[in-house]
């Protein structure tokens, strides 16, 4: 017995003394493209084929997860070629669906009713509806952007409107008809409310202020929240739709504050000599993303509590001539902005720590307001080009969250400026 | 009296040798057990750790960056056209005003377009650094993902050991891929590799399942397209030999 001990001893001992395992990690893997392929029967309408080609379309979008591989009724080759084959048939005014992952041998099927006057959103639904089985979450699909446009603007009398837009560039609508100048709209969750601000003048033109206004989407009407002497303007929606923050400069400087939209009280949220403007929400509401001049070396990014006043500062980032316009993913893991770097506007991200700090648009004009969309994968900016000494031109393009430009989605539609992604 | 206490000596010592063992091997088993599986009595993990290096806004984009990667692999050589032979073409007519003017004309544009070659020599340059510094400058001001490392003994070899375990996430991320449908399921698997001096993969095998079977053939393609992995320095060469490196996947 003894002589066993001693041997389980002397083994211990040895275990203790040798080199074991290390375990390196590797870290996240990077995402594998599908080659996706939309494939129909020969019984499939021409109204049917218009809605396959919106939905291939849109998977275009997706060009980090999917390649939208080409299909023709004469060489179906490419078939056999993709990972996930998409087969549609028709019967009467049903589409049927039918969905093969060759990747995890998933499986699935719908038909959608589809009538002669179908419109771009019905594709859209049948796409979303793809999209969340292949990947289970939603698709920017059925997103809409809103924008101010200076369309139908003169030298002599400065016009600019709210409009919004599909995400993929089709359906502009003009929504509001002030003849005045429209500037920082935002919009809420539910995508049915926009905030924005009015420059709006005296009678005599000889005194103007920036009154916040509220747009109900539902029913079309626009009625006034603040009309404070000063500035009552970058106002956004918390995840509570009767509360809004917003920038008042009727106390000195510029502040933020929050406004409770059924009783109009205020709540304070920033106290600061310096200016604190530009203010994005978290979705959670625990966050507040800011722009403040509190560093004395230029416009900078902060975060704080929103419930609190001055609570929780953060300082973001420290460096950039003039940062602006920061805007919370909606992970809430990232900030977009832009900054003044080599005499223009570009797109920067950065993590809500301060970490991993990149580059995003570069000789590309001078890009500004970046809005993420409703999934965090794309990046919606207005983008300005200097024609001639008196023309410019400035369009709302859509990039993907590591900077590929997918294109313009606004055309014709005047030089639009200040693009936020609803759901 | 004297043998009835060592006898009582002896039944103490053996005792407390094996309650001491007992406890012993409690305590490793209550280290260990809840996270590893494995037979092995000492794991050492090296994660993932942030290194801030913030000067100014980053000059480069993302797809900058990515593709000054891929071309710094490939060295290009620039070859200058061969120069003419002058003594061969002596002109011996005599010039006009017009061909004066023109020849001048024509330096200008020759000094130009050497600037602009020389400008673009310097901006190839970034190409072609080398090993840390070539990787630095492909990194801008982006904030770079580092290895924090466990606390280790501290000898010359740990140091050199830890150095080489560095050097693999680099060199395996870039085969590691997954389909859309395997991201986001939190799976996790380790592999352990057994590497000669010159770097070459003798065996793998999976010592923790993802439980998912494609994920696990995956992570094994990783590490076999990876091959042949930096050399082995001499005072670990044992270490990896004998498949002291796991591999986790991601963590």
Redesign the interface.
Known sequence: ??KL?WV??SL?MF??Y???????????????V?KVIFSYHKNVTSEGKSIIKVIANDFGFYQR?FKVLPFSLQDKSQVDNA?IWVHFTQHAENLKVELE?R??S?KWQKEFSISKKWQRRDAHKIADAIYQI???KKSIFLSKIFFVSDRGSSRKRPVKELYQIDFDGYNAKRLTFHHGLVISPAVNLAGDKVLYSLISYTKNRRKRNINLRLLDLKTMKSRLISSRPGINSGAVFTHDDNKIILTLSDVGNAEIFEMDLRTKRLRRITKHFAQDVDPSIRADGQRMAFLSSRSGKGAMIYTLDPRGMEKGVRRIS???KFNATPRFSPEGTEIAFS?W?DNCFDI?RIGVDG????????DFGSNEDPTYSPDGEFIAFSSQRVLSRRKISQKIYIMDR???ILGAITNKLGNCITPRWSN | MIVAENSFLNRFT?WS??VH?LL??IALGLKYLPTWN?S?????????A?R?D???????????LKQMQQGGEEESVEEDAPAADDDLLVEKKKKSFMELMKKLSKKRVDTKIEQVKIKRKRGNRIGKLSGDLHKLVLSG???Q?GNSLTASSGSIADGE?ANY?QQ??DW??GQ?????????KNLKC?I?VYINAQGKLLRSKIIESSGDS?YDR?ALR?VEDSTPFPPVPESIRS?ALR?????????
């Open positions: 017995m003894k001990v389980v001893l211990v275990n203790c040798a080199d074991g395992l290390t375990v390196v990690a590797v870290g996240d893997a990077q995402e594998e599908d997860f990972d992952n990747r995890n998933l292949l990947r289970k420290y460096v950039g900054s770097l920067f970490n991993n700090l990149v580059r995003l648009t570069k590591d900077g590929t | 053996f040798i094996v063992l012993a091997i494995s092995s009595s000492q794991v050492e993990v090296i994660a993932n942030i801030v913030v000067v100014a806004m980053p000059k480069f984009t993302i797809a900058e001001n982006k904030l993902k050991f375990l693999l996430p395996i991320r590691w891929r997954l389909p859309t449908y395997l991201l986001g380790r352990q494609e995956r990783a270490r498949g002291d490196i796991v591999l986790g996947f991601p963590l």
